[in-house]
């Protein structure tokens, strides 16, 4: 993959501020999966005691947009990227550190590579699953990304 950890979450720090802030890091990315990082602290809280619901997106949408960012800067092309549309399921209280992964790497790869073919929109659905130190799903985040070849 084109892109690393470090460049990610530098970006972070100069780009998405309230993320990287908030402690949201990028732990790793491969070709398929990407892994996000936050822990759950007094900055991130909710008046519940636990991670803030849109702590817990930034974090989640990191792990599949850092997958569609790796996969332009691959392609050399100039691309546009977009969250069209999101859907969030809350299972229990995010507490200590929570890891969200995204395994959609290649899907997204396809969707770019088709923009690049027919010059036209496309959108892919992105998944993002949130586990806490126990092993329990916390959260579930689908993102819908549109990508669009730009001439």
Known sequence: MPLKPKQINTFLFFKLPAAYFCGVRLKS?????????????????????????AVQ???A???????????????????????????????KKARGRIIFTCRDGLLIKESINRSIETDEAQTRWMKSEGVDEQGDTVSVFEFEWTVKFKK
């Open 57 to 59: 997106g930034m974090a």
């Open 61 to 91: 949408e990191l792990s599949t947009g850092a997958l569609v960012m790796s996969y332009i800067k691959e392609s050399n092309h100039g691309i546009s990227m977009l969250v069209a549309n999101s859907k969030a399921t809350f299972n």
């Open 29 to 53: 990315i491969d070709d398929i999966i990407c892994c996000t990082s936050v822990r759950h602290r007094w900055i991130n809280q909710n008046p519940f005691k636990s991670l803030f619901w």
